[in-house]
Structures are given as C-alpha cells and as structure tokens.
C-alpha cells in the first residue's frame, strides 16, 4: 500500500511540475486612454499610450512606450525607453512599475514648439483576463518635461488594454 501510494504521489507531482513551470508570454503591448494634467499650463490634456515591453524573464523587462495628448490649442507627445518591473504576471492581478526616460515635445498655439527631455516615473496594475489578455486598470505616472528655461511638470493617469505574445 506504501509503494502505490508513493507512486501515486511522484505521479502527481511530475504531472503538476510543467504546469508549474509555465512562463508567462515575453511580450507585450498596451494601448489605451491617457489623461495628463500639465501643472504649469494649468491644463487638462486628454490623449492615448502605447507601449512594447520585451520581458528578460517574469519580472523585469524593456519598455518602449509612445504617448500623445491634446488639448484646444496645445498637445504634447512624449517618447520613452527604460526598464519595468511586475510582479508574478501568472497571477490575476498584477502590478508594476517603470522609469522611463526619452524625450518629449509640446506645441502651444501662438508660440514654436519645444522639444526637450521627459520621463515617467510610476506604474500600474492588470488584470488579467486569460492568458493573452488583460486590463490595464490604472497607470499613473509623473512626467516631467525639461526645456532650456525650466521644466513642466505632468501628472498622467490611464488606463487600456494588455495584450501578451
């Protein structure tokens, strides 16, 4: 009785262990609704993100995200690149968190556009909804953009759509 319960047992765990092991999806791409609040224009900006993360292993990966948002008069688009760290993504739900840094460039009507240095520095949570999809429930960040004469700085928050590949 011993023996077929041991085999029993070793059955089992052999069976569950690639289970186990399953990684979730290396890439992923977002895109969805932004909402920028630019402080010292004392202005709303209502936009949209894209992002390709490239994960190295389960928990951190490479970031490239696009992001643009408009206003009467004004818009902004940022480009950023940088490292991003989640939690378990096998879980239902998930968080991260990123610092990116790359560039940014605002238009304000009357006046030449600027371009200058930007970066995000926040994260996020997902849920997921099967193993290729998931919700980007809330991505907040903060994002300043540097010109020659100062800076602007940016609160963002969004939300949007995972898919995994």
């Not at 949209?48 to 643009?68: C, D, K, M, P, Q």
């Not at 540097?146 to 609160?155: K, P, S, V, Y």
Request: hydrophobic fraction near 40%.
């Amino acid at each position: 009785m011993f023996k077929k319960l041991l085999l029993m047992t070793g059955l089992v765990c052999a069976t569950c262990l690639p289970a186990m092991a399953q990684k979730p999806p290396a890439n992923e791409v977002v895109t969805g609704y932004t909402y920028l609040r630019g402080n010292e224009l004392n202005t709303n900006f209502n936009g949209f993100n894209a992002s390709y993360t490239r994960y190295l292993n389960n928990h951190v990966g490479l970031t490239a995200e696009i992001g643009a948002n408009f206003t009467t008069g004004a818009n902004t688009v940022t480009y950023l690149f940088g490292p991003q760290v989640t939690t378990d993504r096998n879980k239902r739900v998930s968080a991260f968190a990123h610092v990116l840094l790359g560039g940014g460039h605002i238009n304000i009507e009357d006046e030449f556009g600027r371009n200058g240095f930007a970066m995000a520095i926040g994260g996020g949570i997902d849920i997921k909804i099967n193993d290729k999809v998931s919700v980007r429930a809330l991505q907040a960040d903060y994002v300043p953009i540097r010109f020659d004469n100062g800076t602007i700085h940016n609160g963002r928050v969004g939300a949007g759509i995972t898919f995994r590949f």
